[in-house]
Structure formats: C-alpha cells, structure tokens
C-alpha cells in the first residue's frame, strides 16, 4: 500500500546533539528513499537519499540507513546545528507510477 | 538551469471563482507531480503527469480539479469554484524520468504557489 508513519511528529535537542528520524512503509516494490528538508515559507529541498540496493549512506553530518526487509529507514543528523531546525519529510516511491509518497514530517528545533 | 517555475506565487480568490497555477518544469525534465500541502502538514500527492498524458491522479479530489501539461507549455492545475477548504501550498516538482531499471524519480520542486480563498 502506499502509507510512510514518520515518527517523531516533533523533536527538539541542544545543539550539537544528535538527531534521529524514523520512517516505516508498507509497499514492497518501493526502492527509491529520499529525506527533504523545508524550512518555514520554502520548499521542499532533497537532503539525502538512498537506493534499496544499498543500507546505509553518509554526507558529512547527515547519514541515513535502511532495512528493506523490516521495511523502515531512517535519517541520522550529527553535531546539530540551529541552522538544521527546520521540518524533514521522509518519502519513498511507489512502485506503480515512480510518484513520491511523503511521512507526515517531523519539526526539529536546534536548540544553541 | 532556473529549476522548477511555479507562478503565480500568491494567489488570491474568492469563494466560486476559479483559480490556475502554473508549473514549468525543469529544463530536460518530462515528469511533473503536483503536491497539496495544508498549513503544519504534509505533502498530499494529487497528480503526476508527463507531456498530453496523466500518468496517476489518484490524489486528486474527483470534482473541481484538473490538471493538464500540454506539448507546448506549463503544467496547469485548475481548480474551479474553489471554497474555503482549497486554501492550501501548491508544490510542483519535476523529474527527467521514470523509475525503471536503473532507479526511481528524483523529485526537484518548485518555490509553490500559495492560495487562499475568501
């Protein structure tokens, strides 16, 4: 089916902690797992993603792993920063059409 | 490339009136997806089209709404005799292709288009 829970709805911690967002979905044939950062006002903007043919993947401070057969990821954000407070969707493409289907955000504050 | 253009940004309409926001997508880019957001919500998908062809409307409400990407032209979603309800963030992002073989869309969006209904 196409339905992503995305948990936690919001998530506050001190700078420099670590931060952990987590997604779980229902379609088997999803293999496409990106993670989008929206500030307030903005737009949505791709911050990492990952394919099914790996489990894990880093950029810097953002990593995000992935277990296809549990069918769950998630998004890992080191050494916080004021500047990463803003709301993460999670999404994963569904296996019909390729459309995106989006988890319901969370809203992380970056406490300095 | 000026990425995904969205207009009008601010749209004002009164209930009954009919309101058309405009998508163009990405140079290169043959897929365009439309996402609804509410205030504090997510991103509901309601349609995904590619050049004369809608691929997936199954997001979008059965009366009132249609959307279209012509060969010339942007995307255009139409919702006629809009109520208060349509008030919403409109997000149009677009891909250069499908997921087949070799992996899934990468979806890059437009700034939206923000409508409020009096």
């Known amino acids: 089916g196409e339905n992503v829970e995305q948990h936690p709805s919001t998530l506050s911690v001190q700078e420099g902690d670590s931060a952990v967002i987590k997604c779980t979905y229902s379609?088997?044939?999803?293999?496409?797992f990106p993670w989008y950062k929206q500030e307030l006002g903005k737009r949505p903007q791709l911050i990492i993603d990952?394919?099914?043919?790996?489990g894990e993947k880093k950029d810097q401070r953002i990593a995000v792993t992935l277990n296809k057969t549990a069918k769950h990821f998630s998004l890992h954000i080191t050494e916080t920063q004021p500047e990463d407070s803003a709301v993460y969707f999670c999404?994963?493409?569904?296996?019909?059409?390729?459309?995106?289907?989006f988890g319901q955000g969370t809203t992380l504050q970056v406490k300095p | 490339n000026a990425g995904v253009m969205q207009n009008p940004r601010h749209l004002v309409r009164r209930r009954g009136q009919e309101a058309r926001l405009r998508c163009s997508p990405m140079?290169?880019?043959?897929?365009v997806y439309w996402y609804r957001q509410l205030p504090e919500e997510g991103l509901k998908f309601m349609v995904y089209?590619?050049?004369?062809?809608?691929?997936?409307e199954s997001g979008m409400p059965k009366e009132r709404f249609s959307a279209e990407f012509p060969k010339e032209g942007p995307s255009i979603l139409r919702i006629q005799q809009v109520v208060r309800g349509d008030s919403a963030a409109y997000f149009c992002?677009?891909?250069?292709?499908?997921?087949?073989?070799?992996?899934?869309?990468?979806?890059?969006f437009g700034a939206g288009s923000r409508l409020t209904v009096l």
């Open positions: 992002a677009s891909s250069p292709r499908t997921g087949l073989i070799s992996g899934a869309n990468v979806l890059t």
């Open positions: 379609d088997s044939a999803s293999n496409y």
């Open positions: 990952i394919r099914s043919n790996v």
């Open positions: 999404a994963h493409n569904s296996g019909n059409t390729g459309k995106l289907i």
């Open positions: 140079k290169g880019h043959s897929h």
């Open positions: 089209l590619q050049k004369e062809n809608i691929i997936d």
